[in-house]
């Protein structure tokens, strides 16, 4: 975040509480590297945090309300939530998230004192899939563990960000993300294990290469019918291999069982789509052996065929981040290149030569708007740490 920007958020927090704020805080956002679809199939994931973010300014407050305000969107104003009616309503939007937070800390036997005047301000583009809603979910949860001094460890507010997601909000989604955000590195990737949560840090040393989120600008439309289209197709792919070997998840196999017993599988999608899955998981593996060697091709290598399997075994890219993958991996530039989060809209990312960027950015930006009818948007970033209290009040 520019200095500008933590200065206009202070600032804002003055304007709106009259007071000047006491402590700053940030959660990252994250992407996947690789391991797409995997998470409900119990297979391995491979995200990052990344340098884009949630930041919040705090003050306290001599009551037990809570007074929260975003910069993203000013116009909704100021929202005073109570302790004691901490209910999802749809006109409190963005809010309660924070009310779930608050919710679920408070039911687990934490005591919250006082309340907090909360100003945020995020710079995770809306609508790119980079998980700007576990970011929120985990800033507050940090914010609340130093407030009171609650001595919860990440998981804890990973769990509570992921229960926020499920029971308050109503998404059926996996823990990959609060996770990836959570447990975040500098310079390190998490193989994470969705079955068990067992995780393992990977040395993530970019040396040449610049890691570059390009966003489609289609809002990731990722139809809750389509999500579960794909989730019955690989549950059903699992049910005809089950009769022939004793599995619990599609991920339980290797490349090699696969390819002796896919032909049970006598849907050919849903044997495509089990194909990707199973691929998909190896690859991770590999990917992890690769960036412990510090094999930065290989690793590209991967990216590469992950897009293609996404694009022909999954069928959830489409024509916009099929043009960004395609224009990015024609370049000697660039070491690898793929879709990242669910598809069907969202971003894109790239390993890019640091000194060919201006000319990377130039040739996506032209192949995409002469094909798709609009720019899109580029962005550098780094891989991060975990959510954390800003030092100074810069």
């Known amino acids: 975040m520019k200095?500008?920007?933590?200065?206009?958020?202070?600032a804002s927090f003055n304007t709106v509480f009259g007071q000047a704020p006491e402590e700053l805080y940030f959660a990252p956002g994250r992407i996947n590297l690789i391991g797409e679809h995997l998470d409900y199939n119990d297979g391995h994931v491979f995200p990052a945090a990344i340098?884009?973010?949630?930041?919040?300014?705090?003050?306290?407050?001599?009551?037990?309300?809570?007074?929260?305000?975003?910069?993203?969107?000013?116009?909704?104003?100021?929202y005073s939530l109570s302790l004691d009616e901490l209910n999802f309503a749809q006109q409190d939007k963005w809010s309660n998230y924070v009310k779930g937070v608050l919710k679920y800390t408070q039911d687990a036997d934490s005591p919250i004192s006082h309340g907090l005047n909360i100003a945020v301000y995020g710079n995770i583009p809306n609508g790119a899939g980079l998980s700007s809603s576990a970011s929120l979910?985990?800033?507050?949860?940090?914010?609340?563990?130093?407030?009171?001094?609650?001595?919860?460890?990440?998981?804890?507010?990973?769990?509570?960000?992921?229960?926020?997601?499920?029971?308050?909000?109503?998404?059926?989604s996996g823990i990959m993300d609060q996770f990836a955000i959570g447990m975040g590195k500098s310079e390190h990737a998490i193989l994470l294990d969705c079955k068990d949560?067992?995780?393992?840090?990977?040395?993530?040393?970019?040396?040449?290469?610049?890691?570059?989120?390009?966003?489609?600008?289609?809002?990731?439309?990722?139809?809750?019918?389509?999500?579960n289209e794909r989730r019955s197709e690989c549950e059903q792919a699992l049910q005809d291999l089950q009769t022939v070997k004793d599995i619990d998840s599609l991920c339980a196999l290797s490349v090699e069982e696969f390819e002796?017993?896919?032909?049970?599988?006598?849907?050919?999608?849903?044997?495509?789509?089990?194909k990707?899955?199973?691929?998909?998981?190896?690859?991770?593996?590999?990917?992890?052996?690769?960036?412990?060697?510090?094999?930065?091709?290989?690793?590209?290598?991967?990216?590469?065929?992950?897009?293609?399997?996404l694009k022909n075994d999954y069928d959830v890219t489409g024509i916009e981040l099929d043009t960004i993958a395609d224009s990015a991996q024609s370049l000697d530039s660039v070491i690898g290149a793929r879709m990242t989060g669910a598809g069907f809209g969202g971003c894109a990312i790239a390993l890019v030569q640091k000194d060919e960027i201006n000319s990377f950015k130039q040739y996506v930006a032209e192949e995409y708007t002469k094909k798709i009818g609009y720019a899109p948007?580029?962005?550098?970033?780094?891989?991060?740490?975990?959510?954390?209290?800003?030092?100074e009040l810069v």
Do not use: C, W
């Not at 200095?3 to 202070?10: D, F, G, I, P």
């Not at 499920?166 to 998404?171: A, E, P, T, W, Y």
């Not at 991770?284 to 990216?303: I, S």
């Open 3 to 10: 200095s500008s920007e933590l200065e206009q958020l202070k």
């Open 51 to 78: 340098s884009f973010g949630t930041y919040a300014a705090v003050g306290k407050r001599n009551d037990t309300s809570f007074n929260v305000y975003s910069l993203n969107f000013a116009e909704e104003g100021t």
């Open 137 to 172: 979910e985990l800033l507050i949860g940090t914010i609340l563990n130093d407030a009171y001094q609650l001595n919860k460890e990440p998981v804890d507010l990973i769990k509570i960000g992921q229960k926020v997601e499920n029971d308050f909000i109503g998404l059926n």
């Open 197 to 227: 949560l067992t995780y393992e840090y990977a040395p993530l040393h970019l040396n040449d290469y610049q890691l570059v989120i390009i966003n489609s600008n289609k809002r990731r439309e990722l139809s809750d019918s389509k999500y």
């Open 260 to 274: 002796e017993l896919k032909h049970v599988i006598t849907n050919p999608i849903h044997q495509r789509r089990a």
């Open 276 to 309: 990707h899955v199973v691929y998909e998981n190896e690859r991770t593996l590999t990917a992890l052996e690769a960036l412990k060697e510090d094999d930065l091709l290989t690793f590209g290598r991967l990216m590469n065929e992950s897009h293609e399997s």
């Open 377 to 391: 948007d580029f962005y550098e970033v780094n891989i991060s740490d975990g959510p954390k209290k800003i030092k």
